[in-house]
């Protein structure tokens, strides 16, 4: 696989992207996550992730299972300000 | 050259191992974790000169001018920009203590000034100007991407022949008399040794256990964690609250648009101390009170939805100013930053390497304000003005 292909659609990043930062030498999935914004956008990295575990994987020569992933960010699903602080009332 | 082993791989570990990279030692740096997974990456990107005291006034002056020449310097995109502090007022008394704080900090040529609402309407489109009656303003103040400063340094810093090692954790320092001369360091469940002729503890939050590993007293520095959460919601529109806005009486909560993908990051002074240093896990409480500021200070914010929180730590000692400066022979700290570390990298990291190298450094510093042996004479300097 090559050429523009989308790993994270929130933030379209692409496979190249996430291969050229692991070549530098990035192989932490927290770091590849905060340069590159994956798994940061709405969907929370419910797409990006898996996929980005297995170019890690594959890039590294380790076993998918050996890559700890990265730290689950509440909410699961984004929510409306409003619903937290109580409506529209001021 | 010299041996140089820095301990802590957040913004003053790796911004200093790179300075001292650049005055020729040969640095050793190490991370127990991932770089940044302390509390450089839980931050809330702000930088700013507005302080209170003459010291951190100064320090902040010149770390902002580092701040302007740094992606030059670094040649590495971090998403500088000067897009101000805005802070309000919501009583007379407040707009007077404004008043004296612009006083001080235009004596050390920071150009903060007094701002009408009209105006404060103007520098952020959904502020509620309702409850406030003035703001102090600087243009100079900003932010960067946290994350994308602390690998340009990293980068710069490995073409520079730092070794740079994350996931190796140290475990132990022999010292003999005043001397630290070896650090012993756990890596892949291996524990190697490595000599040095000196050693950096920028552990922030973990460095009193660094300094108990040199022989001296755990609360010599006394650090403490607490747990600083904040809350960021989808991207809006730039421009909508591009500045770091504070009300300091709503429990310093604020507002700052991220300048990257425009979302926003809420924080307020809604903390606990920590359960202990791996307790990341942020509160409903949290959510709850920092949203209700958030909705006070800018109403719209209320149609947005909320994408992430999370936790980090502000490593506070007792007067919030950092511990800087040398406690042994050849063992020195720069740590305990209250949440302060990622705007004063650049001007603490250059100081201390100095200070390593040559024994002194042109960084306008005040060491005895920052003086690590402070608190065990009882001698706490005014609070450092901690927002958050």
Same mark, same amino acid.
């Given at each position: 696989?090559?050429?523009?292909?989308?790993? &994270?659609? &929130?933030?379209?990043?692409?496979?190249?992207?996430?291969?050229?930062?692991?070549?530098?030498?990035?192989?932490?999935?927290?770091?590849?996550?905060?340069?590159?914004?994956?798994?940061?956008?709405? &969907?929370?990295?419910?797409? &990006?992730?898996?996929?980005?575990?297995?170019?890690?994987?594959?890039?590294?020569?380790?076993?998918?299972?050996?890559?700890?992933?990265?730290?689950?960010?509440?909410?699961?699903?984004?929510?409306?300000?409003?619903?937290?602080?109580?409506?529209?009332?001021? | 050259?010299?041996?140089?082993?820095?301990?802590?791989?957040?913004? =003053?570990? *790796?911004?200093?191992?790179?300075?001292?990279?650049?005055?020729?030692?040969? *640095?050793?740096?190490?991370?127990?974790?991932?770089?940044?997974? !302390?509390?450089?990456?839980?931050?809330?990107?702000? =930088?700013?000169?507005?302080?209170?005291?003459?010291?951190?006034?100064?320090?902040?002056?010149?770390?902002?001018?580092?701040?302007?020449?740094?992606?030059?310097?670094?040649?590495?995109?971090?998403?500088?920009?000067?897009?101000?502090?805005?802070?309000?007022?919501?009583?007379?008394?407040?707009?007077?203590?404004?008043?004296?704080? =612009?006083?001080?900090?235009?004596?050390?040529?920071?150009?903060?000034?007094?701002?009408?609402?009209?105006?404060?309407?103007?520098?952020?489109?959904?502020?509620?100007?309702?409850?406030?009656?003035?703001?102090?303003?600087?243009?100079?103040?900003?932010?960067?991407?946290?994350?994308?400063?602390?690998?340009?340094?990293? #980068?710069?810093?490995?073409?520079?022949?730092?070794?740079?090692?994350?996931?190796?954790?140290?475990?132990?320092? +022999?010292?003999?008399?005043?001397?630290?001369?070896?650090?012993?360091?756990?890596?892949?469940?291996?524990?190697?040794?490595?000599? *040095?002729?000196?050693?950096?503890?920028?552990?922030?939050?973990?460095?009193?256990?660094?300094?108990?590993?040199?022989?001296?007293?755990?609360?010599?520095?006394?650090?403490?964690?607490?747990?600083?959460?904040? *809350?960021?919601?989808?991207?809006? +529109?730039?421009?909508?609250?591009?500045?770091?806005?504070?009300?300091?009486?709503?429990?310093?909560?604020?507002?700052?648009?991220?300048?990257?993908?425009?979302?926003?990051?809420?924080?307020?002074?809604?903390?606990?101390?920590?359960?202990?240093?791996?307790?990341?896990?942020?509160?409903?409480?949290?959510?709850?009170?920092?949203?209700?500021?958030?909705?006070?200070?800018?109403?719209?914010?209320?149609?947005?939805?909320?994408?992430?929180?999370?936790?980090? #730590?502000?490593?506070?000692?007792?007067?919030?100013?950092?511990?800087? !400066?040398?406690?042994?022979?050849?063992?020195? =700290?720069?740590?305990?930053?209250?949440?302060?570390? #990622?705007?004063?990298?650049?001007?603490?990291?250059?100081?201390?390497?100095?200070?390593?190298?040559?024994?002194?450094?042109?960084?306008?510093?005040?060491?005895?304000?920052?003086?690590?042996?402070? #608190?065990?004479?009882?001698?706490?300097?005014?609070?450092?003005?901690?927002?958050?």
């Amino acid at each position: 696989m090559s050429g523009k292909v989308i790993i &994270c659609r &929130c933030n379209d990043v692409t496979i190249d992207e996430i291969e050229a930062l692991i070549d530098e030498g990035v192989t932490d999935i927290e770091e590849i996550k905060r340069l590159l914004r994956i798994g940061m956008g709405p &969907c929370q990295g419910r797409t &990006c992730i898996p996929l980005v575990l297995s170019i890690l994987a594959k890039r590294t020569g380790k076993k998918p299972e050996e890559i700890p992933l990265p730290r689950a960010r509440v909410p699961i699903r984004p929510v409306r300000v409003g619903v937290i602080v109580g409506g529209d009332d001021e | 050259m010299s041996k140089v082993a820095v301990i802590g791989g957040g913004i =003053i570990g *790796v911004a200093t191992a790179y300075e001292l990279a650049k005055l020729g030692e040969e *640095v050793i740096l190490f991370e127990k974790s991932y770089f940044g997974s !302390g509390s450089t990456f839980r931050c809330a990107t702000g =930088i700013r000169a507005q302080f209170t005291d003459e010291a951190n006034i100064r320090l902040m002056k010149h770390s902002v001018r580092r701040w302007e020449g740094l992606e030059e310097e670094l040649g590495f995109d971090i998403n500088f920009r000067q897009t101000g502090y805005l802070f309000l007022a919501t009583s007379e008394e407040e707009v007077k203590a404004f008043k004296n704080n =612009i006083r001080l900090q235009n004596r050390f040529g920071v150009p903060t000034r007094l701002i009408g609402m009209e105006e404060a309407k103007e520098i952020v489109p959904i502020l509620n100007t309702e409850p406030f009656l003035a703001g102090a303003w600087n243009p100079k103040d900003g932010k960067a991407n946290p994350f994308k400063t602390l690998f340009a340094y990293l #980068f710069r810093a490995r073409e520079m022949g730092v070794d740079a090692r994350e996931h190796t954790e140290v475990v132990a320092l +022999e010292r003999e008399g005043d001397t630290i001369k070896a650090v012993k360091y756990r890596s892949n469940g291996r524990v190697e040794s490595v000599k *040095v002729d000196a050693v950096l503890n920028a552990a922030n939050a973990w460095a009193p256990l660094i300094n108990e590993m040199a022989g001296l007293k755990r609360d010599l520095v006394p650090i403490k964690a607490y747990k600083h959460q904040l *809350v960021k919601t989808e991207p809006l +529109e730039p421009g909508q609250a591009e500045p770091l806005v504070c009300p300091p009486s709503w429990n310093d909560a604020y507002i700052i648009q991220d300048g990257e993908d425009g979302g926003i990051i809420c924080g307020a002074g809604i903390e606990h101390e920590a359960r202990g240093l791996n307790d990341y896990e942020p509160t409903y409480d949290f959510l709850r009170g920092v949203l209700r500021y958030a909705t006070m200070i800018a109403p719209p914010l209320k149609y947005a939805h909320i994408v992430r929180q999370w936790a980090g #730590f502000y490593a506070k000692t007792p007067d919030k100013n950092p511990a800087i !400066g040398r406690l042994l022979d050849n063992f020195y =700290i720069a740590a305990g930053f209250s949440g302060h570390g #990622f705007m004063m990298a650049p001007a603490v990291a250059q100081a201390v390497a100095e200070l390593m190298a040559n024994g002194r450094s042109r960084v306008p510093l005040d060491w005895e304000w920052y003086d690590p042996y402070r #608190f065990e004479r009882g001698e706490l300097r005014s609070s450092a003005f901690q927002i958050g």
